[in-house]
């Protein structure tokens, strides 16, 4: 990281740290820096465009009458009670300004409210850490990568909860080079959380094409070729305000975020590259609240006719989801747990329908330890858009399913010893020729089946009853053996997993309105 942005986030996760002692968790803290450094880059903005001509300014707030000297110069002026009661009344006026979401401002300030009850620590952080920093001119190394840390750190923050939305930096960025992103691509992630997947492939594409790139290329990704989707607001408004301090869309323009239930409607626009890595949990509920007052979960399906199965799995709706979104020579790829493989019923029809009419070229099998959901096994899966198939009798589209190992003997935690690039560079390179050739077909067909990888035959796993795809683990040699997990590292995974089950029952107890005992919620 460079420096500069390092003493960036050190200054604000202290912060960050003071505010605890308020009751104010890092990711609301993460949320409010959001609103504050949004409207000190609206100032810098108004400050800037006074050089220019009325049409070509593009004010970011509101210029009516009513809206003169507000925004942060009204904050930067006041003080205790006063400047407590003008944040508040000011987010929930943003709010309203532009509550059908048209704009990136609307998107940010959806149902904003003011978290810092505190007015001297709210003064603190408008005027000796925002005021202080130039953002709107600051580098997107800085501001961008300072913002990204900060969401980093808040998701090993277990008691947030952020660890839900966090997909590792390390992992995102090998499947983007493997995936080369080109300016001519439009880059969806459908459950995007806090938007790392949007920011990676852009980041590629400026590093890769950046010479090369036209205005107009460029402006593609601001105008919506790039974007995503997120149930959650809080959530959503984070992504947002990451992308725009990378330098991704605009104040006043569209947002490139869209607030919603990915999985309810088939989609509006299809996308040449899907990154994504859908939230972890089978089922997908809702909670009803009855006449009586009582509460319950149920169970939701999806109904919709460009689904091959009607199922309540999350996941398994995820994957249906993402294939209808591919354009023609479309590409994705998705991190998916090992239920997914082999889980029955509707799941091996599913399983068979994205063999038969997709190419599922390429799996990852990734080891246990690099999420923080504690427990999870997972995967990445490859596949390309094919043609329609002209009748069941077609072969399937996937050839080949090829199957790289990095579970086996590979034991990861999040701090003690963490997934870094070296540990993807084999797979890289043996399997997508990451620096050595220029387009995946060439490196398809240069690989070679031993050690970590092999190839399956797709028309027999299509035609098998269970279409299990719980294949291409390794057994492990005396090595790996050695390396068995030590009591340290058994330890944090049982540590682990129980608070992660104690924060599902948290948010089980919080849907249900019931109050959780002392010991688990401080616990939790």
């Known amino acids: 990281m460079n420096p500069e942005a390092r003493?960036?986030?050190?200054?604000?996760?202290?912060?960050?740290?003071?505010?605890?002692?308020?009751?104010v968790s890092s990711l609301e803290y993460l949320e409010q820096l959001s609103f504050l450094v949004f409207l000190k880059m609206a100032a810098e903005k108004e400050i800037a465009d006074k050089e220019l001509s009325n049409e070509q300014r593009r004010p970011v707030l509101p210029e009516t009458e009513d809206w003169q000297?507000?925004?942060?110069?009204?904050?930067?002026?006041?003080?205790?009670?006063?400047?407590?009661?003008?944040?508040?009344?000011?987010?929930?006026?943003?709010?309203?300004?532009?509550?059908?979401?048209?704009?990136?401002?609307?998107?940010?300030?959806?149902?904003?409210?003011?978290?810092?009850?505190?007015?001297?620590?709210?003064?603190?952080?408008?005027?000796?850490?925002?005021?202080?920093?130039?953002?709107?001119?600051?580098?997107k190394d800085i501001k961008g990568d300072a913002y990204e840390a900060l969401i980093a750190r808040s998701a090993q923050d277990t008691k947030a909860g952020a660890g839900q939305y966090f997909t590792p930096r390390v992992l995102i960025e090998s499947i983007v080079r493997c995936m080369r992103p080109t300016p001519?691509?439009?880059?969806?992630?459908?459950?995007?959380?806090?938007?790392?997947?949007?920011?990676?492939?852009?980041?590629?594409?400026?590093?890769?094409?950046?010479?090369?790139?036209?205005?107009?290329?460029?402006?593609?990704?601001?105008?919506?070729?790039?974007?995503?989707?997120?149930?959650?607001?809080?959530?959503?408004?984070?992504?947002?305000?990451?992308?725009?301090?990378?330098?991704?869309?605009?104040?006043?323009?569209?947002?490139?975020?869209?607030v919603e239930d990915a999985l309810a409607k088939p989609p509006a626009k299809k996308a040449s590259l899907v990154l994504a890595n859908p939230p972890f949990g089978k089922q997908s509920s809702i909670v009803i609240t009855h006449i009586d007052g009582t509460v319950s979960r149920e169970d939701m399906s999806y109904h919709r006719k460009d689904f091959w199965e009607t199922t309540t799995n999350k996941q398994f709706n995820f994957v249906q989801h993402i294939a209808s979104l591919l354009a023609d020579n479309g590409r994705a790829a998705v991190i998916l747990p090992d239920n997914v493989l082999f889980e029955g019923g509707r799941g091996a029809t599913i399983r068979r329908e994205l063999l038969k009419r997709f190419n599922l070229h390429t799996m990852l099998r990734l080891p246990d330890g690099i999420f923080h959901a504690g427990g999870v096994k997972a995967n990445v899966l490859f596949f390309?858009?094919?043609?329609?198939?002209?009748?069941?009798?077609?072969?399937?589209?996937?050839?080949?399913?090829?199957?790289?190992d990095l579970r086996t003997g590979n034991h990861f935690t999040l701090k003690q010893k963490p997934l870094l690039p070296g540990h993807l560079e084999d797979f890289e390179k043996q399997v997508f020729g990451v620096g050595e050739?220029?387009?995946?077909?060439?490196?398809?067909?240069?690989?070679?089946?031993?050690?970590?990888?092999?190839?399956?035959?797709?028309?027999?796993?299509?035609?098998?009853?269970?279409?299990?795809?719980?294949?291409?683990?390794?057994?492990?040699?005396?090595?790996?053996?050695?390396?068995a997990k030590s009591l340290a590292e058994l330890t944090?995974?049982?540590?682990?997993?129980?608070?992660e089950a104690l924060l599902e029952l948290e948010e089980l107890a919080s849907d249900l309105d019931l109050e959780l005992p002392p010991l688990l919620r401080d616990e939790a």
């Not at 508040?88 to 149902?111: H, N, V």
């Not at 205005?215 to 990704?221: C, M, Q």
């Not at 919506?224 to 997120?230: H, K, L, N």
């Not at 390309?384 to 790289?404: G, I």
């Open 184 to 258: 001519e691509d439009t880059i969806t992630d459908p459950a995007c959380g806090t938007g790392g997947f949007l920011l990676a492939a852009h980041s590629h594409m400026v590093d890769t094409y950046g010479d090369e790139m036209s205005v107009v290329e460029s402006a593609r990704f601001d105008d919506g070729a790039i974007w995503g989707t997120e149930l959650v607001p809080a959530t959503a408004r984070l992504a947002a305000m990451n992308l725009l301090l990378h330098g991704i869309g605009r104040p006043d323009g569209k947002p490139l975020i869209h």
């Open 437 to 483: 050739c220029e387009v995946i077909a060439e490196a398809v067909a240069r690989r070679k089946d031993g050690g970590r990888l092999q190839v399956f035959d797709g028309e027999k796993l299509a035609a098998s009853k269970d279409v299990d795809l719980d294949i291409g683990l390794i057994e492990p040699d005396d090595k790996n053996a050695a390396e």
């Open 7 to 23: 003493r960036l986030v050190d200054r604000l996760w202290n912060y960050c740290n003071v505010l605890r002692d308020d009751g």
């Open 69 to 139: 000297g507000r925004g942060w110069p009204e904050l930067l002026e006041l003080s205790g009670q006063q400047l407590e009661e003008s944040y508040t009344q000011l987010l929930a006026d943003l709010g309203k300004e532009d509550e059908g979401r048209r704009s990136t401002l609307g998107l940010i300030f959806y149902r904003a409210r003011n978290r810092i009850q505190n007015a001297a620590n709210l003064r603190r952080l408008i005027v000796d850490l925002i005021e202080k920093e130039d953002w709107l001119q600051s580098s």
């Open 384 to 404: 390309d858009a094919a043609p329609p198939r002209r009748s069941e009798d077609e072969p399937p589209h996937t050839k080949q399913l090829w199957v790289y």
């Open 492 to 499: 944090l995974a049982l540590s682990t997993d129980l608070r």
